[in-house]
């Protein structure tokens, strides 16, 4: 069974650019759920998706958004980029009636804002 | 307060020794608790999850929650080198999960 995927890996911007990150469930799941963790720091929520909809979103600026699509993918869309947004961004997926039970991550994106 | 508080660490055993990581947090409400492993550029990994008071063991891992003290911890027995890593605790509530920021954990040969 393939995992929850990322991509790309590896990502450059410059500042005030928008930078778009992608993310693949796991087969059967249907929440997504995004997380920054910026060097040094803990895991910050995002944003969360469920069959289409936004559900939660985190302490974040407007700037931060994203979607999700009919077979569960997601996207996550950083606008007018700042250095501060340089992180370590993964996703997360798990079976709605089950997320109690824990999430599994992807391997993550990894932004640079130069 | 933060809602989510660990040991800053970091933490040091001896190879064989056991590790003991704690986590408080501040919402009566939550419903689960985790336990992620992180090693050093790599996401994060489930272990452990616990939803009821008590103890839960698996293979050389047991979890403890009291819900009264509002206080989970994870005890590491016979540790090992690559358990070297940073443990992350987590609660679940409100349709997301909350992380601690994390206890960095070296096992010495």
């Known amino acids: 069974e393939a995992g929850v995927t990322q991509s790309p890996t590896h990502l450059i911007k410059t500042r005030g650019q928008q930078a778009t990150l992608r993310c693949s469930p796991i087969s059967g799941h249907t929440s997504v759920y995004w997380y920054q963790q910026a060097l040094g720091l803990g895991l910050q929520f995002l944003l969360w998706y469920d069959e289409g909809e936004e559900r939660n979103r985190g302490n974040f600026p407007p700037r931060f958004s994203g979607r999700q699509f009919p077979n569960y993918s997601s996207e996550l869309n950083v606008n007018a980029l700042e250095l501060e947004d340089s992180a370590l961004y993964l996703c997360?997926?798990?079976?709605?009636?089950?997320?109690?039970?824990?999430?599994?991550f992807g391997s993550g994106t990894r932004l640079t804002v130069v | 307060q933060k809602e989510v508080e660990q040991n800053s660490g970091p933490l040091s055993v001896p190879e064989g020794a056991i590790a003991s990581l704690n986590c408080t947090y501040s919402d009566r409400g939550s419903q689960s608790f985790f336990w992620y492993r992180q090693y050093s550029g790599k996401s994060p990994e489930l272990i452990m999850f616990i939803y009821s008071n008590g103890d839960k063991e698996d293979g050389r891992f047991t979890a403890q929650l009291n819900k009264a003290s509002q206080y989970v911890s994870l005890l590491i027995r016979d540790s090992q080198p690559s358990d070297s890593a940073t443990y992350l605790c987590?609660?679940?509530?409100?349709?997301?999960?909350?992380f601690g920021d994390g206890t960095t954990l070296t096992v010495k040969p």
């Open positions: 987590a609660v679940w509530e409100e349709g997301k999960s909350t």
């Open positions: 997360a997926s798990s079976d709605w009636t089950l997320a109690n039970y824990g999430y599994t």
